[in-house]
C-alpha cells in the first residue's frame, strides 16, 4: 500500500528565514509526485510534477526535489502570503506500466510566515 | 476561463436525507475524482472515473454513490447510510498521468 509521511506538521518561520519540508513516499513504482498548496477554505493548487530522481522544479521562492525516497519543497525568502498548507502526493504505477490517475495524499505541513 | 466548478460552496444536511454535491469541468479532461478531507487529515478518495458511463470505487465509497453521464460532469450523491458526512469535499480532474486540477470545494455539514 502507497504511503506519504509530511514533515513537520507544522511550520513556523520569519519573513526571509529559508527552510525545507519533506515528503517521504513508499510506492512499489512510481508514476509522478506532485506538491500542491492549499488554502483555507479552498481546494488545492497545483504546483510541481516531478517524475524521476534528480529532477528539480522551480516557481518563484518555491523549489521541489525528488530522490528515490523523498521529495523536498524548499522555500528561500519566504514571504507572509506563502503562508498556506502544502500538500504531497504520490501516483503509482500499475502493473501494466500505466497510471490509474489515483493520487495518494500525505497529511500536509502547515506554514506559517511572519512578517 | 478553464476550470472546474462545484456547487453548492456550503451544504446542509438532516438526518435520514440524500444530498447531491455538483461538479462541472470545462478543461476536457478525461478523469474526474472525488476526494474527502478531514480536519488534520489528507484527502481521501472517494470515487473516480477514467470515461464516461464508467466510474470505480476509492479508499472510502461507503455511504456515497456517483454518475458519470457525460463528460464534463461527475455528481457526488451523500446517502443517508453515510453515518459521519460532515466534511469538505473536493473534485477534481485530469488527463491520464497529469496533475489533478481541483475545484473550491463544498462544505457539508449534518444538522
Known amino acids: 500500500e502507497d504511503q506519504v509521511t509530511q514533515s513537520p506538521e507544522a511550520l513556523r518561520l520569519q519573513e526571509g528565514e529559508s527552510s525545507s519540508l519533506n515528503c517521504s513516499y513508499t510506492?512499489?513504482?512510481?508514476?509522478?509526485l506532485f506538491w500542491y498548496r492549499q488554502d483555507p477554505g479552498k481546494g488545492p493548487e497545483f504546483l510541481f510534477t516531478l517524475y524521476s530522481a534528480g529532477e528539480e522544479k522551480e516557481k518563484e521562492r518555491l523549489k521541489a526535489t525528488l530522490t528515490k525516497k523523498e521529495s523536498f519543497l524548499h522555500i528561500t525568502a519566504p514571504k507572509p502570503e506563502d503562508s498556506a498548507t502544502y500538500l504531497c502526493?504520490?501516483?503509482?504505477?500499475?502493473?501494466?506500466?500505466?497510471?490509474?490517475?489515483?493520487?495518494?495524499f500525505g497529511q500536509g505541513t502547515i506554514l506559517t510566515v511572519h512578517p | 476561463d478553464g476550470g472546474i466548478t462545484q456547487s453548492p460552496k456550503y451544504l446542509f444536511r438532516k438526518e435520514g436525507q440524500n444530498v447531491t454535491l455538483s461538479c462541472e469541468q470545462n478543461l476536457n479532461h478525461d478523469a474526474m475524482y472525488w476526494y474527502r478531507q478531514d480536519p488534520g487529515q489528507g484527502l481521501r478518495l472517494i470515487y473516480y472515473?477514467?470515461?464516461?458511463?464508467?466510474?470505480q470505487k476509492g479508499d472510502i465509497a461507503e455511504g456515497y454513490s456517483v454518475s458519470r453521464e457525460k463528460k464534463e460532469s461527475f455528481p457526488l450523491t451523500v446517502t443517508s447510510a453515510q453515518k459521519n458526512p460532515t466534511a469538505f469535499y473536493l473534485c477534481?480532474?485530469?488527463?491520464?498521468?497529469?496533475?489533478?486540477?481541483f475545484g473550491p470545494g463544498t462544505r457539508l455539514t449534518v444538522l
Open positions: 502526493a504520490v501516483q503509482e504505477l500499475n502493473a501494466g506500466g500505466t497510471s490509474y490517475g489515483k493520487l495518494t
Open positions: 477534481a480532474s485530469s488527463n491520464p498521468g497529469s496533475a489533478q486540477y
Open positions: 472515473s477514467q470515461i464516461v458511463n464508467d466510474f
Open positions: 510506492v512499489s513504482g512510481l508514476r509522478g
